[in-house]
Nanobody
């Protein structure tokens, strides 16, 4: 299984970015795709997840600003990030896994930097 991320980059505070991820290979029937992030000197944290049934979950710090979407019938997931803040700066990872567990597969990460 390979997870390929795209998007990311440098944006000013208050700006927007969109991340996309596509899974390829012999993809098992995992229910959850999502995004995690890790900032320098901090632990990795879950940002947002989406199940095949359409249920979404967000870390409190991004609620109302980020929107995760998963294309029905496709192993792709997108993350629309609005009103970005400097504290959103991190390496963002696409993930794939089972419901209720830690992700089984991780992408290589894409950098998001928010700075004026």
């Amino acid at each position: 299984v390979e997870l390929v991320e795209s998007g990311g980059g440098l944006v000013q505070p208050g700006g927007s970015l969109s991340l996309s991820c596509a899974a390829s290979g012999s993809i098992p029937e995992f229910e959850v795709m999502g995004w995690y992030r890790q900032a320098p000197g901090k632990e990795r944290e879950m940002v947002a997840t989406a199940t095949t049934g359409g249920r979404t979950n967000y870390v409190d710090s991004v609620k109302g600003r980020f929107t995760i979407s998963r294309e029905s019938g496709r192993n792709t997931v997108n993350l629309q990030m609005n009103n970005l803040k400097p504290e959103d700066t991190a390496l963002y990872y696409c993930t794939l896994g089972a419901l209720g567990g830690t992700p089984n597969y991780w992408g290589q990460g894409t950098q998001v930097s928010v700075s004026s």
